[in-house]
């Protein structure tokens, strides 16, 4: 055992002279030890230190982290229960629609039906209306036609009777015990002279029984007592009045008369001058054209002015001067004789646009009403021809 060495469990004494330099090296050494080991010990103390900050912050945002997660597993449990009652609903009002959809779409089936009932019942209606129509204006133009005969008919007669007047007239100046220049005294009412545009409907007295009665007075040659007797007994016994539509035939207007004068440009035919017109105008206009040419829209009263207005006339129509514009269904001519003549077309007049209140004479030469504001292309005026 050695024995201890001077200073041993002293602290270190004042070195006395130089040291030995064999123990500096050493001591740098451990010094030198010591220092890195407190820096690697601090090292590691900063090592821990921020893994613990690190640590301590992963905790903190972990806990942040769970409790953004609680929350926001609240408020998705909330918008979840918000959304399925927002379903629910929904679901519930697609239910109601679908059901009130259903009723809408019965309901329109039911609309769609009863519309179909009332197309049917209309159609049904205006086909019963159309047929009324076609029968009223058959019969319409039935009446018309048949009234047309019969005052054809009418005028024939007066025609007849006429001529028997004029032949018994004739007769009775030829009667024996007359002396020359001398006549009887009027046995039967004479005729006037009737102008040709008199009106139509004056009162003619004509013999109703002059075959009969006045050959019997004839063949009495008595000439004291004929002119008292004839007189008395005669006219009270022969004479009639019998009710014309016609205007009578007068002595000045009989066939041949040389009354046949037209203004240039106007057609002669009977006793009558026509213009046929070339202008497209209104039943109004056709009417003023007329009237400024000194006459009238055509007035047609038998078969024959008929067959030539007719040859005449434009095919595309021509206004004629018949119309209904006062009364419906009273048709008038123009110079204000009755309708004694027609020659409708089958199932006219109809008055089919409600206002058809016009003639109009189409091509086939046949009569149909039409509406006044329609233009024509042709339009026949009238006038008497001069001598």
């Known amino acids: ?28 050494r451990r010094r030198r030890c ?19 900050g690190l640590l301590t912050l992963l905790l903190f945002w972990h806990w942040d982290t769970v409790q953004n997660l609680r929350q926001l597993e609240v ?37 769609r ?20 129509r076609l029968d009223l204006s058959n019969l319409k133009s039935l009446n018309l036609n048949e ?20 032949e018994l007239h004739t007769s009775n100046a030829r009667t024996p015990g007359v002396t020359p220049g001398e ?17 139509a409907t004056t009162l003619t007295t004509v013999p109703a029984t002059a075959p009969t009665t006045v050959p019997v007075t004839a063949t009495t040659t008595v000439p004291a007592t004929t002119p008292t007797t004839a007189p008395a007994t005669v006219p009270t016994t022969a004479s009639a009045t019998v009710p014309t539509t016609a205007a009578p035939l007068s002595l000045s207007s009989t066939p041949g008369s040389t009354c046949n004068t037209c203004p240039e440009k106007w057609v002669s035919f009977q006793r009558k001058c026509y213009y046929f017109g070339a202008e ?3 039943w109004i206009q056709a009417r003023f054209a007329c009237s400024k040419l000194q006459g009238q829209l055509v007035s047609i009263h038998s078969q024959e002015e008929q067959d030539f207005l007719a040859r005449h006339a434009n095919r595309k129509g021509t206004w004629i001067g018949l119309r209904d514009l006062d009364r419906e269904g009273e048709f ?11 020659n409708w077309r089958l199932g006219e007049p109809n008055n089919g646009g409600q206002g058809e209140d016009c003639v109009m004479m189409q091509g086939s030469g046949q009569w149909n009403d039409a509406f006044c504001g329609s233009r024509l292309d042709g339009w026949v005026c009238d006038r008497l021809a001069t001598c």
């Open 1 to 28: 055992m050695n024995p201890p060495s001077q200073g041993e469990g002293r602290g270190p004494g004042p070195t006395v002279g130089p040291q030995d330099p064999a123990e500096f090296p050493k001591f740098s």
């Open 34 to 52: 010591c220092g890195q080991r407190m820096q690697l010990a601090l090292l590691g103390l900063a090592t821990v230190l921020l893994w613990a």
């Open 75 to 111: 408020t998705a449990a909330r918008n979840v229960s918000r959304v399925s009652k927002d379903l629910e609903r929904h679901n519930g009002d697609q239910m109601a629609q679908k059901s009130q959809a259903a009723r809408v779409s019965q309901n329109m089936e039911e609309i």
């Open 113 to 132: 039906a009863e519309q179909e009932r009332m197309k049917a019942q209309d159609s049904e209606l205006s086909r019963n209306l159309d047929g009324l």
């Open 147 to 166: 009234r047309h005969t019969a005052l054809r008919s009418l005028e024939r007669l007066q025609q007849e009777v006429l001529k028997l007047w004029i």
């Open 183 to 199: 006549t009887l005294p009027p046995i039967l009412p004479i005729i006037p002279t009737v102008p040709a545009m008199a009106p």
């Open 280 to 282: 497209p105008k209104r």
């Open 332 to 342: 008038i001519w123009m110079d204000k004789e009755p309708l004694n003549y027609s």
